[in-house]
């Protein structure tokens, strides 16, 4: 049987890294293989063009056209047979990224996003995704705290703001596979929605 594959979107300060040990032990705990990956990245080529991506300025085009070759990489190399020999993949950031950071955040039209995704994944969708949901400001003075900000982190509240509407936007068209984590509340609280979306799958 095909595996499942879980994807986790949010904002830069969401919160969605500080969830990924208790997610994966979830998941090993049903007894399946869990392969646990990122994007960009994921692969020795996609963590190449990671290092450029999150560091280098670039056109709009350029960074999205970057984003999906990484993505093609990451899909032929390693998804696609993980999912075949039915293990679970669960991929911190895919697609929806794209549409929340270069549709959203740099203005790139959507209808641009959507060709490169027909292209790279030919109709393969995440059959889950937990977007860690938080207002603005939080995540805003989240990045403020934090060590080296990447090329993405420096960027303005307005710039996160658009991303945020991107990714809810993106929550409403598609909500059989989109569940929202309301990561503004104790930990304890975002943990139990966390594994409530999980036994959902
Ligand atoms: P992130 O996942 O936040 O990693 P870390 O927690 O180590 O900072 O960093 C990846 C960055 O790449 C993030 O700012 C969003 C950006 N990104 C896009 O702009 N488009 C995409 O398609 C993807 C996958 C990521």
Redesign the pocket.
Known sequence: MRGKFITLEGM?GAGK?THIPDILAQLQARGVEVVST???GGTELGERLREV??HTAMAAETESLL?FAARQEHLSTLILPALERGAYVLS???TD??YA??HGGRGLAAERIAQLEQWVQQGLQPDLTLLFDVPVEVSVQRLAAARTP?K??RESADFFRRIRDAYLQRAEQFPKRFRIIDSNQPLDQVKLAVSAALSEL
Do not use: N
Request: net charge negative.
């Open positions: 830069d890294s990122r994007e960009p991506l999150l984003m911190d950031r895919f990224a794209s950071y270069q990447d993405f982190e």
